[in-house]
C-alpha cells in the first residue's frame, strides 16, 4: 500500500518568513495529493490540493509543488502570520480510493 | 446543512466496556470514513464504505466494526474497549476527491 513521508515533523518559523513542509509518497499510481491544517482541538480542514496533470498550485500565500518523477510533493507557505499556527498533513491517494497522510508537522509562527 | 457531525464528542470507557460511534453526514455523500488520530501518528483509516450497505476495512480496523445500514450514517463500534483504543476518532465524508471531516469523538479508556 501506499507510504507517506513527512518532514519536518516541527517547524519554528518567525512571523514574514517561508515555511516549507516536505512529503515523500511510494505508490507511484497516486494523483491526488490534498494538504489539511488542524488547529488544536479542531477538525482538519482542507487548505489546498493538487492532481498529477499539474506541477504546481498558488492560493494567495499557499503553494504547492508536485514532482511525480521524484515522488515528492511540499507545502509553501510564504510571510507566515502567527494564525499560521496549526499542524499541516499531506495526504496521498490514487482516484477515488482512501487517502494515506504523512504524521503531521507542527508549525510555529512566533511574532 | 449540519455537513458532518460525529456523537458523542468525549466519552470515557472502562476496559471490556462496548460503546458506539455515530457519524451523520447531510451532503449525500457516498464515501465514508473513520480514521483514529494519535499523537505523532497522524490520522489513520480503521475502516471506510463506498456506498450504502458496504464497508471495507482500513490500516488499522483490529478491535473495530462498523455499519452503513443508511447512506447518511456511518457506525463505529468497539466491541471490548482497551486501554489501547484511547484516542481521538474522526468520521469524513467525500465527494469528488476533497473529504470533509466531523469536529472528533474524543475517547479514553481506563
Known amino acids: 500500500g501506499e507510504n507517506v513521508e513527512q518532514h519536518p515533523s516541527t517547524l519554528s518559523v518567525q512571523e514574514g518568513d517561508s515555511a516549507v513542509i516536505k512529503c515523500t509518497y511510494s505508490?507511484?499510481?497516486?494523483?491526488?495529493f490534498p494538504w489539511y491544517k488542524q488547529e488544536l482541538g479542531k477538525r482538519p480542514q482542507l487548505i489546498i490540493d493538487?492532481?498529477?496533470?499539474?506541477g504546481e498550485k498558488k492560493d494567495q500565500r499557499i503553494a504547492v509543488t508536485l514532482n511525480k518523477t521524484a515522488k515528492h510533493f511540499s507545502l509553501h507557505i510564504t510571510e507566515t502570520q502567527p494564525e499560521d499556527s496549526a499542524v499541516y498533513f499531506c495526504a496521498a491517494s490514487s482516484g477515488y480510493s482512501t487517502l494515506t497522510f504523512g504524521k503531521g508537522t507542527m508549525l510555529l509562527v512566533s511574532p | 446543512n449540519a455537513g458532518v457531525t460525529q456523537t458523542p464528542k468525549f466519552r470515557v470507557l472502562k476496559t471490556g466496556q462496548s460503546m458506539t460511534l455515530l457519524c451523520a453526514q447531510d451532503m449525500n455523500h457516498e464515501y465514508m470514513y473513520w480514521y483514529r488520530q494519535d499523537p505523532g501518528m497522524g490520522l489513520r483509516l480503521i475502516h471506510y464504505s463506498v456506498g450504502e450497505g458496504t464497508t471495507a476495512k482500513g490500516e488499522v480496523p483490529d478491535g473495530y466494526n462498523v455499519s452503513r445500514l443508511k447512506k447518511q450514517n456511518f457506525l463505529l463500534g468497539l466491541e471490548s474497549a482497551a486501554p489501547s483504543q484511547t484516542s481521538v476518532y474522526f468520521c469524513a465524508s467525500r465527494t469528488g476527491y476533497e473529504q470533509y471531516f466531523g469536529p472528533g469523538t474524543r475517547l479514553t479508556v481506563t
Open positions: 505508490d507511484s499510481a497516486s494523483n491526488y
Open positions: 493538487i492532481r498529477s496533470n499539474v
